[in-house]
């Protein structure tokens, strides 16, 4: 199928909301002021007008190694592949269940020939492979490059495991939330606690659910989507999520337009105005986001030759293509009929594209077994005669922390260097989702916050090859120098 018959009626019906959805929103720097304070992101402001376009910067000083973000996720998925290897809250990804429940169901789950990465590597499109881990500096390797071979147990030991029968010694030290029901009856979506499950109830999973109180439109139709992007690229998910985000939130401002009539939304005469105000206003934080058609920034694989880029690309316009079919049967909701266009469709992917940042949270089962293997020489061969048997049958696999794609508001915001003074990386405290930035080196009150997109640690003519994916010609020092 080629350019010419993919084809979407939505994007000639509401071309001019289209329009006005895609167009630069205006003003950005309102709407960041109240989002850091909302978050309390204490000495630092974003700035629209800084010297590269918009940008965070230091309204304190940060000494080495200071926390000077927490980013809470704006939209982030869980990869699909990822789901059989780690039980995590739905919402903010933390783990769940207990240390004995999550060898159990891994083990359970691998007997039935399901599997897993041993690896928990970047997939996203910046390439911090090592940034999201825990105090080790180890390339984005949870576990050992060297594969061990494992050694199954009897069903009934990984269900005596799995159901309470079988305490693990020093588990309680590492105690996990109880899961917590998604309230819709899907079975699936499951959370830490109440809170996140009704947080997330409220922000995506009412529509997404394909229990029996979903509000989708075609449970069948949403499990073909589902089934559709786990097969192909689970970032459609996220792109779901941003839609049902949306039409959430438009449903709500309406209501509460309609039950106060001095809403604080600048309303103009008319159904259509009054559609399209609304729409506007609960569209922002996705607005905020730099966006591109997605078939368009995808970076061209090594592996295809330049001249079949037009073919790739096509490829996977196509493939979004059958993606929103696919979710338009689902949950198409017809006053919010324009975030079902193929064009916004398309920049919804692209925003997670260029933004997204690797969603990763370290397994504590993998603290657990270094903690056993830490022990002193007698407590420690005690409780191996326990734990040793569950290893064995694990593997290297232990050590799989929960992976997954994001978007961050304000990590976004934050500009590339080669020479970046901040990183992402994830401290002993942080057990959910949430970005961390952290200073690289001291950062004086006006200092831009600078991360890096790439592997900074190649030569200048590769970091100049990985960042034209972003639109862009670095001019940080490093390049300046570097450069021929």
Known sequence: ????????????????????????????????????KARQCRGLEVKTDGE??????????????????????????????????????????????SIELQIGRKLYLQNLGLSASMKCESSSSYEENDSLMTGNDNGGSCSSSEPKEKVPLHEEVIESLMNGGIVLPYAKQFSLPSSVQCSGGC???????????????????????????????CREALLKFIEHANDTN???????KAISFTILRYKKLKESHLNNRNSSVELKNGTESLTLTLLLEVWKPMSMGYKKRWWECVALPKD????????????????????????????????????????????????????????????????????????????????????????????????VCCEGSAFFPLQACMNHSCVPNAKAFKRDEDRDGQATIIALRPIS?????????????????ERKALLADYGFKCICPKCLLEQP
Not at 52 to 80: C, M, P, R, T, W
Not at 345 to 361: K, R, S
Request: aromatic content about 12%; hydrophobic content about 35%; charged content about 25%.
């Open 445 to 461: 009150k006006g200092d831009e916050v600078t991360i890096s997109y790439i592997k900074e640690d190649v030569s200048f003519e």
């Open 304 to 399: 295809v030759d330049c001249c079949h880029e037009a073919s790739f690309r096509s490829q996977l316009k196509e493939l979004a293509f059958t993606s929103l079919q696919l979710l338009k049967k689902a949950i198409f909701d017809k006053e919010c009929a324009p975030l079902f266009s193929l064009e916004i469709y398309g920049h919804i992917i692209g925003m997670f594209e260029l933004n997204n940042l690797d969603l990763v949270v370290e397994s504590p089962v993998e603290n657990y077994f270094l903690y056993i293997d830490d022990l002193p020489y007698s407590e420690k061969e005690e409780a191996e005669k326990t734990t040793r048997p569950f290893l064995d049958a694990v593997g290297d696999e232990y050590s």
């Open 234 to 240: 689970d970032i459609f998910i996220l792109a779901a």
């Open 1 to 36: 199928m080629g350019d010419d018959v993919i084809t979407c009626s939505l994007d000639l019906e509401h071309s001019e909301t289209i329009s006005a959805l895609l167009k630069p929103p205006s003003p950005q720097q309102e709407y960041f002021s109240e989002l850091v």
């Open 187 to 217: 079975g699936e979506a499951l959370y830490c606690s109440k809170f996140c499950a009704e947080a997330d109830w409220e922000s995506f999973h009412s529509i997404l659910c394909t229990g029996e109180r979903s509000k989708s439109s």
């Open 52 to 97: 590269y376009g918009k940008g965070v910067y230091a309204n304190s000083d940060f000494s080495e190694g200071k926390l000077v973000l927490k980013d809470q996720i704006l939209v982030g998925a869980q990869h699909s592949s990822n789901k059989v290897d780690c039980l995590v809250c739905s919402y903010c990804f933390r783990f769940i269940g």
